[in-house]
């Protein structure tokens, strides 16, 4: 049950649209990465329900419509084992 919870989720989470145009912002003109952008935008917007992945979700979105984005995500705690 856990594992259906997390697959739908993130699909029912929304963003503000102030906190899109601060991603777009802070990924296009700033070249910032998801975690620092996370920082950010939880401190700028301390109201709004913010996750890392609804913000990765997102990019990736926009990464895939759009020419020109470059994403950079950041794993934190992530080791691999190869």
């Given at each position: 049950m856990a594992t259906q919870c997390w697959e739908f989720a993130p699909r029912l989470r929304s963003l503000s649209q102030e906190v899109l145009d601060g991603i777009k912002f802070l990924t296009?003109?700033?070249g910032?990465?998801?975690?620092?952008?996370?920082?950010?935008l939880s401190k700028k917007f301390p109201i709004q329900p913010l996750y890392n992945s609804d913000m990765v979700n997102w990019l990736m979105q926009q990464k895939e419509q759009e020419?020109?984005?470059?994403?950079?995500?950041?794993?934190?705690?992530?080791?691999?084992n190869c």
């Open positions: 296009q003109e700033c910032l990465g998801t975690k620092a952008q996370y920082q950010y020419l020109g984005w470059a994403v950079f995500i950041e794993l934190e705690g992530w080791q691999s």
